[in-house]
């Protein structure tokens, strides 16, 4: 998506993707925090019992 079309959206609409960017930085910080993790069910349960 273009930047251009990113603020049309933000200024006709007041909506942004904070939210999303927001918790794909809370994923990423737990994954860097998990590192060497071998059960990767484990991981994925992890994950949505502290961010679902």
Partial sequence: MSSTAAADRF?????TN???ES???KI???RSSSRGVRDVR???FRLSK???
């Fill in 23 to 25: 918790f794909n930085a």
């Fill in 11 to 15: 200024f006709n609409n007041r909506s």
């Fill in 28 to 30: 990423k910080a737990f």
């Fill in 50 to 52: 502290l961010y679902a």
């Fill in 42 to 44: 484990f991981f994925l």
């Fill in 18 to 20: 904070a939210s999303a």
